[in-house]
């Protein structure tokens, strides 16, 4: 009789709670009392400094711009969003030395980046032994999402990322070209010590028989090459249609107008290391033409776009670029899932994980689109594929929309 | 086969132009001086920077970056240099402090924006420029399939005209017996009443407008200027070059820059870049083996 009242009582009790937590669930804002006044501490390892100075800095800007955006407009349910962002010098272990500082910080609730995937390697697994949330938002490489272990396949939890695959944007773009142009030769330049610059190598190796190139030579580079002159004499000693270049920084630039120079006319198709207004700036009228596929574009009209073009260029005086929008949205998704994750801002462990759960059913409108994770935590969102103007800026070619 | 000759010669020339005033400095002050590649890079920054953001004409400003590079040199004696030597610091104390001002220069650069305190000198932070087209005319040349530019001949002239001219001046001149006298024995040189601390700021200002110049026509030359591209790009290779050389020759900077660009443009043909570092760096420890004192080290009592 005694366990019955029991029973019955803990029932009872089990319903009220239900209750209360269907409540909060449901509305979203069930416990934004327990948010007001609180803070949201964000860290981001990103590459301000070095071979990935060219792009560390957009993704902070556009990073910067969302959380001060939020922030201004009553933050995520009362709490306010802090972003610390730490330098890794494009440096794989100084990455993971970072990492690790903000981790050990304590209070860290997820973290953002690091903006090579040369990095991710070493700071991906890191994040996920230590059940942080972690969102690329400029990785490209292979093995980014679920696999951040590889050569250990287990799926990672905690690691998710919202900057389109090179697997996707690759293959698109040379499918855009090929149907255009049929061009029937290539050589590939790549460089050898940079695992987002090699994964692209691999990736073009594997699409370009699927429409009917042939790759005549694969040259390959350190990325302290100094001078590209006898880099490219090679490539264009077997006078190919076209040249695939996967690198990053300025190397690019660097071989399209030494390309040039030495009398190359044909097409220049690359990877994300080209969509960046900086890498357009410094090939100039060399580069105009030179096709990637792209997470974003400038000119998009749609509001979360046509917004975030607006406030970055009266923040920053500049036009923004595929990073700046790619942090922009990083931002946009950790505060969104923040916001349906029903944080307790005591247990800060527990909360990490439930802002993961959280962050898997995101589906909110970015600079890039409508945004949703894959089940494997990939992006899942259309290719836009850009061609360098020529004035460091870019034009549309074509927009491919996501098959998966 | 001959266009990657041509290609040797001409980053054999950048080379060379670095080396020399990297083993002036070590020849003359036993010191090795590294925030070269650091002045290298600022002479590359400053003439953009005038060409670029303020609308000089090019050689102008070619010439401004020179001698700023040049004045540059002092601070480096001045801060980084003299008052060690003053307290009879070991010379390891001075590769530090350059080390230091060598890293001071670089994060000037990188962490200058628009509107920043040094927008005005760069603002494009860790990123890659080029000069914008029009500033300088490059004529391209191509003669029996050979692409040949403007510039990179320019570089090649350059760079044999003022190692003549240096190396005159150190052959026979005062000055330059002054500095060889000081090269030799420091003490006996002060004794004979040179004035050895003139001698070493006047090397360092020489030492450093030539590496601002070489780091000026690698950016015109490359397309490349960035607060890395000394670094990166050269340090390194500029030390192999005057250990290949032998250390303080400003003959076997010279021989070793050009043998240098050789080796590692013929590596790279015959082995492709994977191991062309590699291979380039075998030769350099070979002739090492072999020869201890480098190329032109022979003569150890005789430096310069």
């Given amino acids: 009789m005694k366990g019955t009242v029991a029973r019955g009582f803990v029932f009872i009790l089990a319903v009220l709670l239900a209750a209360c937590g269907g409540t909060s669930g449901s509305s979203g804002t069930g416990s934004s009392n327990s948010y007001q006044g609180k803070t949201i501490y964000l860290g981001a390892i990103l590459s301000i400094t070095g071979a990935g100075g060219v792009y560390g800095p957009s993704s902070q800007n556009g990073m910067q711009l969302a959380v001060d955006k939020i922030n201004s407009s009553g933050g995520v349910n009362g709490a306010k969003l802090s972003l610390n962002v730490q330098d890794d010098a494009s440096d794989k272990a100084q990455s993971a030395q970072v990492a690790q500082r903000l981790i050990q910080q304590g209070n860290i609730l997820a973290l953002l980046g690091p903006t090579l995937s040369n990095s991710a390697v070493a700071v991906h697994p890191l994040a996920e032994s230590f059940k942080i949330p972690i969102l690329a938002v400029s990785t490209t490489g292979i093995h980014i999402v679920p696999d951040c272990k590889f050569p250990d396949t287990t799926p990672c939890q905690y690691v998710f990322r919202d900057s389109l695959g090179e697997e996707t944007a690759i293959p698109t773009n040379i499918m855009v070209y090929s149907q255009r142009a049929h061009p029937s030769t290539g050589v590939l330049m790549v460089a050898n010590d940079d695992k987002f610059s090699s994964d692209g190598g691999k990736i073009v190796m594997k699409t370009v028989s699927r429409y009917g190139i042939q790759l005549l030579d694969t040259v390959a580079f350190p990325k302290a090459t100094a001078d590209f002159a006898p880099v490219v004499t090679r490539a264009l000693q077997k006078h190919p249609d076209v040249i695939f270049i996967t690198s990053l920084g300025g190397i690019p630039a660097k071989i399209m107008i030494e390309a040039r120079k030495q009398g190359f006319t044909g097409q220049f198709l690359g990877g994300n290391g080209f969509n960046t207004a900086v890498v357009s700036k410094q090939a100039g009228a060399d580069g105009k033409g030179a096709e990637s596929g792209s997470a974003w574009y400038l000119r998009n009209t749609f509001p979360s776009n046509a917004d975030f073009v607006k406030d970055y260029r009266a923040k920053y005086n500049a036009d923004p670029d595929q990073f700046a929008a790619q942090g922009y949205a990083g931002i946009l998704i950790l505060a969104d899932s923040a916001k349906r994750a029903n944080l307790t801002f005591s247990d800060v462990p527990g909360d990490r994980t439930k802002l993961r759960s959280a962050m898997e059913s995101v589906n909110i409108q970015t600079p890039l689109g409508p945004f949703q994770f894959t089940s494997t935590h990939d992006v899942k969102q259309t290719v836009w594929v850009i061609a360098m103007d020529g004035n460091g800026g870019f034009t549309l070619v074509q927009s491919v929309k996501s098959t998966s | ?304």
């Fill in chain 2, 1 to 304: 086969m001959a266009q990657q000759l041509l290609n040797a010669i001409f980053i054999g020339s950048i080379y060379a132009l670095f080396a020399v005033g990297y083993t002036l400095v070590f020849g003359v002050l036993d010191v090795l001086n590294l925030a070269h590649s650091a002045v290298f890079m600022l002479g590359a920054v400053i003439t953009y920077s005038l060409v670029a953001l303020h609308g000089v004409p090019f050689l102008p400003a070619a010439i401004v970056a020179v001698i700023v590079c040049g004045l540059l040199g002092l601070l480096i004696e001045y801060v980084a240099l003299r008052p060690l030597r003053r307290r009879n610091a070991p010379p390891i104390s001075a590769l530090i402090s350059t080390i230091g001002l060598a890293l001071i220069f670089v994060a000037i650069v990188e962490q200058a924006k628009p509107g920043s305190f040094f927008g005005w000198l760069w603002q494009d932070g860790a990123n890659s420029v080029r000069f914008p087209s029009n500033s300088v005319p490059n004529p391209t040349y191509h003669l029996l399939g050979l692409t040949i530019e403007g510039t990179k001949l320019i570089i090649l002239a350059t760079t044999l005209v003022l190692v003549l001219v240096l190396g005159s001046i150190i052959r026979f001149t005062q000055a330059g017996r002054g500095l060889r006298a000081v090269a030799e024995n420091r003490r006996a040189a002060t004794l004979l009443g040179i004035r050895v601390d003139r001698v070493f700021a006047s090397t360092l200002f020489v030492s450093s407008a030539l590496g601002g110049l070489a780091g000026l026509l690698f950016g015109l030359a490359i397309s490349d200027i960035s607060p890395y591209i000394g670094r990166d790009q050269v340090e390194l290779k500029g030390l192999a070059v005057i250990v290949l050389g032998g250390m303080g020759s400003v003959p076997g900077a010279v021989i070793g820059g050009y043998l240098l660009g050789l080796i590692e443009v013929l590596a790279f043909v015959r082995f492709g870049s994977n191991i062309e570092a590699g291979v380039a760096f075998a030769a350099l420890f070979l002739v090492l083996v072999v020869r201890p004192q480098g190329l032109f080290g022979a003569r150890l009592r005789e430096r310069i």
